[in-house]
């Protein structure tokens, strides 16, 4: 009992830590984005309306493998005609670029969680066996855009929980 809240605290301080850095490189990349506009030519800075921007699409990996044999499931992604940025809100919508973010839902539950980070997708403590995470790409309020199923098999005996 204890080293399951042991490793439920563990494992919550290690998500809000990979929040906090998110946010933080988000941050970084959105005043690195003003610099190059105000230090480069106007014409050619990529901080202008797109017209007519194609459809937001997303690109998913399978969860790395050198990763899942540790029980540590690490899943990379990206969006294509989208920026993925902590920007949320029905304003946000006639922005352009497009920007918005992604929900995460494991094994089907009936839950997901938001992330604004654009790093890959980490995760702990899975149980042996076959599981799968669906990865929605979703405008700044929350509709979806596109989507992807990642199917994989976490090997026996590599539970996590202990390896972080
Ligand atoms: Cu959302």
Request: aromatic share 4%.
């Amino acid at each position: 009992m204890k080293t399951t809240e042991t490793a439920r605290v563990s494992r919550t301080l290690y998500v809000l830590a990979a929040v906090v850095a998110a946010l933080a490189l988000a941050a970084t990349c959105t005043l690195d984005v003003l610099a190059d506009g105000a230090s480069t030519d106007r014409n050619t800075a990529a901080v202008v309306p797109i017209p007519n921007e194609p459809a937001a699409k997303l690109v998913v990996d399978d969860p790395l493998a050198d990763q899942l044999v540790h029980g540590r499931v690490v899943i990379p992604y990206r969006a294509e005609n989208l920026r993925i940025i902590p920007v949320f809100g029905s304003a946000a919508l006639d922005v352009s670029p497009r920007v918005g973010h992604i929900h995460v839902t494991v094994d089907d539950a009936s839950w997901h969680w938001a992330d604004a980070s654009g790093e890959p997708v980490i995760m702990n403590g899975f149980s042996a066996g076959p599981h799968k995470v669906l990865i929605e790409l979703v405008d700044a309020n929350h509709k979806t855009l596109d989507k992807k199923t990642v199917n994989f098999v976490v090997p026996e005996g590599m539970q996590s929980g202990i390896h972080h």
